[in-house]
């Protein structure tokens, strides 16, 4: 009857929390409110697709093909040329100022080249660090000028691929896009509730001087930490239903891989996230202690993570950095498998990390649990 | 055999020694005062006593069971009820006994409920928030929960602080009930009237357990001369003899004075000028546990000095 674990034991564990979030209405209330709040107010910010992006072309020649591609790359509706430079170097300076999103080149023997079918070249130059915005103008770009030429030239000659255009993205090589934003919101909305949630979840009892008589019971370490996360996983599925739901109905995000291997991969995050919480909540004294430490975590793991800036962009030692966040590796794996269809092969590494995060927050939650009041 | 056998309880909070070398005996069945003046460390001696708090030296053995190495087995077998309510104030007084019950794992859970609140006259209060009822309301909730996997023996930390006289009587009627059942209450308190309910007493100051035993041994061996006067004039006289040699404590009582010395030779010298006034009466009284205790702060506090 006694031993280390009784699942009797922990059933009342369980009962008492569930009652007690249930009471708690405006955290329970946020718990739910938040995340899609947070969804609708990122999502939308980041999923906006600015049109008339003020642009620079460098036109050396002002031929008949050079005016018929400027012309319907402002019928995209992405470009704006509001200047037309003379020479590169004051389209740069245009460019750092953020005078400009886009850099037109038109090399001067363009034409020529269209005329004999050899292999003619424009080159963009996008202001990355909104890649958001660059992303969507780039992606139009290829086909417009082809069909934009082919009309000209009154032949099927230029088909699309013969026009070599070459893009460079300037001070964010990866080139985030809206698709790759969203999913990742998922990750850091979960993250944050989660670990704050959890991290109250001891310092809460001591600070209500509930802790003595719980400790006083015959509760074991164990049940008494199953018995504070479990509860959140529940509300951590919650939540990732009402983000994926959302993510499809208002941003059409595409969903291409397994549903089942993506809410197993979100399951052992969630995990690995409230047993961080309880970590959390076993070496702060204090509530507001424990939701410092909550937030002195959660800056690096957005910043570091892959979710702001583009992982591989950084500096090795940044990426050790990185690697050391459950987030890290939940991006990975949801990238892949809802943008990329990955198989469980493919994500079985980045979801063995995971897995491992639960083992060591809970080996190390478990050795710091205080079982007198010493 | 002995409910609490312990030895030598140090504890030290910050380099400052809370509980100096502590030893008690308190024999099964036996109701036992635990009394002291506030930070003499009576919660820090309970909480070691349970397996809350780890001493930093002493043994002893609760309920047979080692104090340092069997802190589980105490806790399956101790009723512990804290100085301050630490059951759940969001959580009605049906959830939180069945909580307790679930958690020793009584069963059917749902029955040792029903008979708990019966038995504690709460049946009609169980859908009411813990967190709202009163303080006498909250020690019985308390106690029901303590006692509801029927510990061998119950700890109890000030548990009427707050609580009116009537529910105290009723709170203390109770406890003899459960000591004539067998079980053992080491109970910590700060009124007299409650020290007198009590079996036997020890008496913590400081840190440092000073007496104990029953009530009339720790007055006798207290070794007090009490006398008791009356007559006209009474707050002059108090304040003459406040200042006098061999006077330790004066302390009116209705219209009487009780005047208490241990040096009993110096005390009626100093008295002999008073008994010789008009209308004065000077007799010989007897020491009341308070004023025991009153002498033992004081002395702790001149020790301090
Ligand atoms: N956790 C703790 N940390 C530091 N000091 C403590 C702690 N608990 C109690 N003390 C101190 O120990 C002394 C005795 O406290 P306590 O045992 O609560 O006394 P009592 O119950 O007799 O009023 C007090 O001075 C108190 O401030
Ligand atoms: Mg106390």
């Known amino acids: ?374 | 055999m002995n409910a609490i056998e312990v030895a030598g309880l140090v504890k030290r909070f910050g380099g400052k020694t809370v509980v100096d070398n502590v030893s008690m005996t308190v024999a099964g069945g036996e109701i036992v005062g635990f009394l002291g003046p506030n930070g003499s460390g009576k919660t820090t001696t309970i909480r070691m006593m349970c397996g809350l708090l780890t001493p930093d030296a002493g043994q002893g053995r609760v309920l047979g069971y080692d104090l340092l190495r069997e802190a589980r087995k105490i806790k399956r077998e101790v009723g512990y009820m804290t100085q301050r309510f630490s059951f759940y104030e969001d959580l009605t007084i049906e959830e939180n006994l069945a909580f307790v019950a679930r958690l020793y794992e009584l069963a059917p859970a749902k029955a040792h409920v029903e008979r708990a609140l019966e038995e504690l006259g709460m049946t009609s209060r169980r859908r009411q928030m813990a967190g709202t009822l009163s303080g006498g309301w909250k020690q019985r909730m308390a106690l029901a929960a303590c006692i509801m996997h029927k510990p061998r023996l119950l700890l109890l930390d000030e548990p009427t602080a707050g609580v009116d006289p009537q529910a105290r009587r009723e709170f203390w009627d109770e406890i003899h009930r459960l000591a004539a059942d067998g079980l053992t209450v080491l109970v910590s308190t700060h009124y007299m009237d409650e020290a007198e309910r009590c079996h036997r007493i020890s008496y913590i100051s400081y840190g440092k357990l000073i007496a104990s035993g029953t009530v009339v041994e720790v007055v006798r061996d207290a070794k007090l001369a009490t006398y008791v006067v009356s007559g006209a004039d009474l707050a002059a006289i108090a304040a003459s003899l406040k200042a006098a040699p061999g006077v330790e404590q004066v302390a009116p009582f209705g219209a009487t004075l009780h005047v208490v010395g241990s040096d009993r030779a110096a005390l009626e010298r100093s008295l002999e000028p008073v008994a010789a006034r008009d209308g004065v009466r000077v007799q010989e009284g007897e020491t009341s546990l308070e004023d025991v205790f009153i002498q033992f702060m004081s002395r702790a506090e001149d020790n301090m000095r």
Do not use: C
Not at chain 1, 258 to 286: D, K
């Open chain 1, 1 to 374: 009857m006694s031993g280390l674990f009784s699942f009797t034991r922990l059933g009342a564990l369980l009962v008492k929390e569930f009652i007690q979030m249930r009471r708690d209405r405006i955290t329970f209330a946020m718990m739910l409110a938040v995340p899609l709040m947070q969804l609708v107010l990122f999502g939308y910010a980041i999923n906006n697709d600015p049109k008339a992006l003020p642009a620079a072309v460098v036109a050396t020649s002002q031929d008949r093909y050079t005016r018929a591609v400027i012309s319907a790359l402002e019928i995209t509706g992405y470009y704006r040329f509001d200047h037309v430079v003379r020479t590169v170097e004051e389209g740069e300076r245009l460019m750092a100022s953020g005078a400009v999103v886009f850099l037109v080149t038109i090399p001067s023997d363009f034409a020529r080249r269209v005329d004999r079918d050899d292999d003619p070249t424009i080159l963009i130059e996008a202001d990355a660090t909104d890649p958001a915005a660059a992303s969507g103008a780039i992606s139009t770009l290829g086909t417009v000028a082809a069909s934009a030429l082919a009309r000209e030239s009154g032949t099927v000659n230029a088909r699309p691929s013969d026009i070599e255009i070459v893009v460079h993205r300037r001070y964010n090589p990866e080139g985030i896009s809206q698709y790759n934003i969203v999913p990742g919101l998922l990750g850091v909305i979960l993250q944050m509730t989660m670990v704050m949630m959890t991290s109250i979840a001891l310092t809460r009892e001591s600070e209500r001087g509930t802790m003595e008589n719980l400790l006083a019971m015959p509760a074991s370490p164990i049940e008494i930490m199953l018995g504070k996360v479990l509860p959140y996983l529940i509300v951590g599925a919650v939540q990732v239903a009402v983000v994926l739901t959302a993510a499809r109905l208002l941003f059409g995000i595409p969903f291409i891989g397994s549903v089942g291997l993506l809410l197993s991969a979100v399951l052992i995050f969630v995990f690995a996230l409230v047993l961080l919480g309880y970590t959390i909540s076993t070496i702060a004294r204090t509530q507001m202690q424990a939701l410092q430490l909550t937030f002195f975590f959660f800056l690096p793991s957005i910043l570091l993570s892959g979710f702001m800036f583009p992982f591989r962009g950084m500096p090795d030692w940044a990426q050790w950095i990185g690697e050391v966040f459950p987030l890290t590796h939940f991006l990975r794996v949801i990238r892949a498998v809802m943008l990329k269809g990955a198989e469980f092969s493919a994500v079985a590494f980045e979801t063995g990390i995971l897995a491992a995060f639960v083992l060591i927050y809970s080996a190390v939650a478990l050795t710091r649990f205080r079982r007198t009041l010493d």
